[in-house]
């Protein structure tokens, strides 16, 4: 009996093949709708011993640029491992004082089939990387429209002194058929100022078959109300998706908004693009959901917009006594960006919109967001004054602040040389409104407080002013600025 | 007692050799044979639940334990759940018997849930007992198909003999267990009194996202345990886990189904545990020992 099964087994085998190479034949030939021409391998692979083909390494502006190697002593398996040294604070080969990079394979690659990005990896201590994932590509995909379209990213992943391995879930695999982002992180000093090194081996994609149980999320799972004016916009912000794993645990990441779909109840009042931008139309209010891989999102917001209500125009003044940097009613310096999108630790989106003939600069996802002015930079030693007019929409609670800081470049007129400044003053909840343009101005002597992130303590210079920089230390999510201008 | 272990061995053997002739066939065909359950031997069906009527649970088959057991104290473990048999809690729907468990206060318990029993209304001594289901998720879900002696009301428990089936602790997804409990190996105790337990790892799959076969086949001086079209455990009285008298030989058992939160099995809930969690059985089913095997 069992002779005869086995024997009818390789026959099942051969004709098994034969029809294999059958429909592979037919495939050739037939162009019907199913075909797909650009066809992306799927090598799982990204480092086991070495770069996987097509891999290439790019970090951060302003990162230790040297701070990945390839180590043959330290390896969880094999031949190699990745080593990434995380610097000290102050470390010279850093201007920015930390540890970054993305490894992409511009070439794509289809992880469709995958459910996680896995690694094994230990560190020197036990500490928590910043930012660890995937679908970093820079805004040099090929295959995308926007930077990052489908950027994953696990925050403060713990590691400790033992190689352990670590999943990465993706929030839906269906996306990433043409995936560049293979890997990134971004490490900085712990809080004493010290460095560490961490190692990852065996980085690859897996179909684990255990990634269940999605509970996708906006706003972080809350119901939020908002208002916004006509003509303004609003990112979806909070976008998380959470698998349970095989060990029983659930794992959160964050999940660039392209993995949902965005609904708005009304849209004649807003609209939502594919990357999460809310667009408020006209008056009246909607309802803003999602869902992932068709499973509801938790978290909603409910908009009301509302008529839009322009800053007040300034005073009409000599050309001598002011330098505008941005306002319709001067003649403006040029101006490099209105956005420094200053990867990885700036989450800030927005920039300049126009409504009617006025611009504006919108930003959401607020933490840090600079306007650059360097080409030439601005000599701002006979002003007296910087005035700026700021409307936040959301409530102001009792922690929110904004700061505004100048940065100058010193003599040589370019960031860095141990020549620049800077420095700020800080609007606390009890000098801020809500729903109302809020008319400022400073005298530039005021700006003493700390800047760059805690690199200057001071403007000490004006003469090469390059830089005028708004944060909320993610206190406060959006605002609307104009008329920025130096007087006196 | 020698000839029967020889015959136990050859009993092992017999389903590698079909694994690995499946093996060769899904190779050649590129899917799933329906020559997968090569673990069991019986085929005489003795008792079978389809759960093809909606509503209440068949009542010539299934009766119900209430409330939180008769000592008060979660079923003797310390479980957290109020059992009902309310169309919440256990319901019969498109060809799935649910049991809910609900987070809620009824009663004394913050929980609810349902236990089915088959205690005098179907029992049977030998067989293939076996259910197909797909389990709930969360720490503190505790699902189990499990059996008792039918005789447990005048020869008390652990004397009476339990079979679990199948147990699944909510936050290991990917592990289920089958053990026995007996005088001597009754359950987890100072003197180390464990029952006979052992686990399956689907390793690339969970309980909780499909369905699967969950299933002993019983004889004479031995259980059988199987998942799928795995068997993964045999049992006998000369297993170094059976530390005490075989009491499987005795007469027969009857079933039950039951999605028990918190207890000593899993300890309670924890604040990621999602409520309500389903537990469906698409069937129960029942063979008649046949001696060959």
């Known amino acids: 009996m069992k002779n005869e099964k086995r024997i009818y087994s390789r026959l099942a085998l051969f004709l098994g093949l034969i029809i294999v190479v059958a429909?592979?034949?037919?495939?050739?030939?037939?162009?019907?709708?199913?075909?797909?021409?650009?066809?992306?391998?799927?090598?799982?692979?990204?480092?086991?011993?070495?770069?996987?083909?097509?891999?290439?390494?790019?970090?951060?502006?302003?990162?230790?640029?040297?701070?990945?190697?390839?180590?043959?002593?330290?390896?969880?398996?094999?031949?190699a491992a990745m080593r990434f040294d995380v610097p000290n604070a102050f470390d010279p080969s850093t201007t920015l004082g930390f540890a970054g990079a993305i490894f992409p394979d511009y070439g794509g690659r289809d992880l469709s089939g995958y459910d996680?990005?896995?690694?094994?990896?230990?560190?020197?201590?036990?500490?928590?990387i910043s930012e660890i994932g995937f679908g970093n590509d820079f805004g040099d995909s090929p295959y995308r429209e926007s930077t990052s379209k489908f950027l994953v990213t696990k925050q403060n992943l713990r590691i400790s002194t033992a190689w352990t391995k670590y999943i990465i879930p993706i929030p839906d695999p269906s996306k990433l058929f043409n995936e560049t982002g293979m890997f990134w992180y971004a490490e900085g000093p712990d809080e004493n100022g010290d460095g560490y090194t961490f190692w990852i081996d065996e980085l690859q994609f897996e179909k684990l078959g255990t990634i269940a149980q999605p509970q996708p999320a906006i706003f972080n799972g809350e119901d939020e109300t908002g208002v916004n004016l006509v003509g303004t916009e609003r990112q979806i912000s909070g976008t998380t998706q959470t698998f349970n794993l095989a060990n029983g645990q659930n794992e959160t990441v964050l999940a660039a908004p392209a993995y949902f779909d965005f609904n708005s109840s009304d849209t004649d009042v807003a609209t939502v693009t594919d990357n999460g931008l809310i667009q408020a139309i006209a008056e009246?209010?909607?309802?803003?959901?999602?869902?992932?891989?068709?499973?509801?999102?938790?978290?909603?917001?409910?908009?009301?917009?509302?008529?839009?209500?322009?800053?007040?125009?300034?005073?009409?003044?000599?050309?001598?006594?002011?330098?505008?940097?941005?306002?319709?009613?001067?003649?403006?310096?040029?101006?490099?960006?209105?956005?420094?999108?200053?990867?990885?630790?700036?989450?800030?989106?927005?920039?300049?919109?126009?409504?009617?003939?006025?611009?504006?600069?919108?930003?959401?996802?607020?933490?840090?967001?600079?306007?650059?002015?360097?080409?030439?930079?601005?000599?701002?030693?006979?002003?007296?004054?910087?005035?700026?007019?700021?409307?936040?929409?959301?409530?102001?609670?009792?922690?929110?602040?904004?700061?505004?800081?100048?940065?100058?470049?010193?003599?040589?007129?370019?960031?860095?040389?141990?020549?620049?400044?800077?420095?700020?003053?800080?609007?606390?909840?009890?000098?801020?409104?809500?729903?109302?343009?809020i008319s400022l101005d400073f005298p530039l002597d005021d700006f003493n407080g700390p800047a760059g992130g805690g690199a200057f303590n001071g403007l000490t210079n004006r003469a090469n002013v390059a830089q005028v920089v708004f944060a909320s230390d993610a206190t406060i999510d959006a605002i609307l600025v104009d008329n920025i201008y130096f007087y006196r | 007692m020698k000839e029967g272990n020889k015959l136990k061995s050859q009993r092992l053997i017999q389903p590698i050799k079909h694994a690995l002739l499946g093996i060769v066939m899904i190779f050649g065909l590129g899917c799933a044979t329906e020559d997968t359950q090569t673990v069991v031997n019986f085929t005489q069906l003795t008792f079978a639940d389809e759960f093809d009527v909606d509503g209440p649970p068949n009542p010539g088959k299934w009766v119900y334990d209430i409330g939180i057991g008769p000592g008060n104290d979660g079923w003797g473990n310390g479980e957290l759940q109020y059992y009902t048999n309310r169309p919440e809690n256990v319901v019969v729907s498109n060809g799935y018997l649910i049991i809910t468990a609900i987070k809620e206060n009824f009663e004394t318990a913050g929980y609810t849930s349902a236990r089915l029993l088959t205690k005098g209304k179907f029992d049977q001594q030998y067989g293939r007992f076996e259910a197909r289901m797909r389990l709930p998720y969360g720490k503190g879900m505790w699902p189990a198909f499990w059996m008792l002696g039918a005789n447990i009301d005048t020869n008390p428990w652990p004397f009476c003999g339990e079979i679990d089936i199948m147990e699944n602790r909510g936050r290991t997804p990917s592990i289920v267990s089958g053990a026995l409990h007996g005088p001597g190996y009754w359950g987890a105790n100072p003197e180390g009194s464990n029952p006979a337990l052992k686990e399956y790892d689907f390793v690339n799959d969970r309980v909780d996202t499909g369905f699967h076969v969950y299933g002993i086949e019983w004889g004479p001086q031995y259980i059988n345990l199987y998942v799928d079209d795995v068997l993964y455990k045999q049992f006998t009285p000369e297993d170094e886990k059976v530390t005490g008298p075989w009491v499987f030989d005795q007469g027969p058992f009857f079933m039950l189904i039951n999605l028990a939160i918190g207890g000593n099995f899993d300890g309670p809930p924890n604040n990621e545990t999602v409520f309500p969690q389903t537990m469906l059985v698409d069937y129960v089913r029942v063979y008649k020992y046949n001696g060959l095997d």
């Open chain 1, 23 to 79: 429909v592979g034949c037919e495939r050739d030939y037939d162009f019907g709708d199913d075909a797909k021409f650009a066809k992306f391998g799927n090598n799982p692979e990204i480092f086991i011993d070495g770069f996987s083909g097509g891999l290439e390494y790019l970090p951060f502006g302003g990162s230790k640029f040297d701070a990945f190697s390839v180590d043959t002593d330290v390896k969880y398996k094999g031949e």
């Open chain 1, 284 to 437: 009246g209010a909607t309802e803003i959901t999602a869902t992932l891989g068709g499973v509801p999102a938790k978290g909603s917001l409910e908009l009301t917009v509302g008529e839009f209500s322009f800053a007040p125009t300034p005073p009409a003044r000599n050309a001598a006594d002011v330098i505008s940097i941005f306002s319709n009613a001067y003649n403006d310096v040029p101006v490099d960006f209105y956005n420094g999108f200053f990867e990885p630790f700036q989450t800030t989106t927005g920039g300049l919109i126009t409504i009617g003939d006025d611009d504006l600069l919108q930003y959401e996802e607020l933490n840090f967001v600079a306007t650059g002015f360097s080409n030439p930079t601005v000599d701002a030693t006979q002003m007296d004054f910087l005035h700026i007019d700021i409307r936040i929409d959301e409530a102001i609670d009792a922690g929110d602040i904004i700061r505004i800081e100048l940065v100058d470049f010193g003599p040589d007129g370019v960031f860095g040389g141990d020549n620049d400044s800077g420095g700020s003053i800080t609007l606390t909840s009890a000098d801020l409104g809500s729903a109302t343009w």
């Open chain 1, 116 to 128: 996680a990005l896995t690694f094994w990896a230990k560190a020197t201590k036990a500490e928590t």
